[in-house]
């Protein structure tokens, strides 16, 4: 009995796994005075709307909300981080401000929001450039940790913590 249990708890996480490995970006936490640091970056103020595009365990979205006092959505693709981020919104206090949705991050309303956070791969970014481009309002702000837009030249670049960069990109009053 064991021994089958033990082979199908092995097949899951080798499903989960080899699923996770063809995501356009892996799983990898962003350390949290990172986070705070392009929360700063993007300058993010009391009732705005944050979007965490690919928001893995929530951290952004959890500490947007409780130390920014900001209203804060993630976007997740894999429903185990996201049971883990609804959690940890829960357990924070601030489910009421927050909003972790199972989804996939290639089509979310951007209708609306004030800043988008990117921590993905190159690839990733390239696909989302086009739509956040042409879907978010003037004067919305994009940090994009380690990887840049391509072509788009940042308004400012921080540092994180590991000393890599933080890309703060805003959308222009006229396209
Ligand atoms: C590098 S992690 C960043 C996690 C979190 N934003 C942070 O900085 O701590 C990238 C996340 O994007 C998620 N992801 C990848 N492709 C996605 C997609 N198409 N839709 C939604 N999430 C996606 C992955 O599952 C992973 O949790």
Same mark, same amino acid.
């Given at each position: 009995?064991?021994?089958?249990?033990?082979?199908?708890?092995?097949?899951?996480?080798?499903?989960?796994?080899?699923?996770?490995?063809?995501?356009?970006?892996?799983?990898?936490?962003?350390?949290?005075?990172?986070? *705070?640091?392009?929360?700063?970056?993007?300058? +993010?103020?009391?009732?705005?709307? $944050?979007? =965490? @595009?690919?928001?893995? &365990?929530?951290?952004?979205?959890?500490?947007?909300?409780?130390?920014?006092?900001?209203?804060?959505?993630?976007?997740?693709?894999?429903?185990?981080?996201?049971?883990?981020?609804?959690?940890?919104?829960?357990?924070? *206090?601030?489910?009421?401000?927050?909003?972790? +949705?199972?989804?996939?991050?290639? $089509?979310? =309303? @951007?209708?609306?929001? &004030?800043?988008?956070?990117?921590?993905?791969?190159?690839?990733?970014?390239?696909?989302?450039?086009?739509?956040?481009?042409?879907?978010?309002?003037?004067?919305?702000?994009?940090?994009?940790?380690?990887?840049?837009?391509?072509?788009?030249?940042?308004?400012?670049?921080?540092?994180?913590?590991?000393?890599?960069?933080?890309?703060?990109?805003?959308?222009?009053?006229?396209?």
């Amino acid at each position: 009995m064991i021994l089958y249990l033990g082979i199908a708890l092995s097949a899951v996480i080798l499903l989960w796994v080899g699923w996770n490995l063809r995501l356009d970006a892996l799983w990898q936490p962003t350390d949290r005075m990172t986070v *705070r640091r392009i929360l700063h970056l993007a300058l +993010v103020k009391e009732g705005e709307h $944050v979007l =965490d @595009l690919g928001c893995g &365990d929530g951290r952004f979205v959890v500490i947007a909300a409780r130390e920014f006092a900001a209203c804060a959505t993630g976007i997740e693709v894999d429903p185990a981080r996201v049971l883990w981020a609804r959690a940890w919104t829960i357990l924070a *206090r601030v489910s009421s401000r927050t909003r972790i +949705v199972w989804g996939n991050m290639y $089509v979310a =309303d @951007l209708a609306g929001v &004030d800043v988008v956070i990117l921590f993905l791969s190159p690839m990733a970014n390239c696909k989302l450039q086009e739509r956040l481009r042409c879907e978010l309002k003037p004067g919305a702000r994009i940090v994009s940790y380690y990887h840049p837009l391509w072509g788009w030249e940042p308004e400012e670049i921080g540092v994180a913590k590991n000393g890599h960069p933080l890309y703060l990109y805003r959308i222009p009053e006229e396209r």
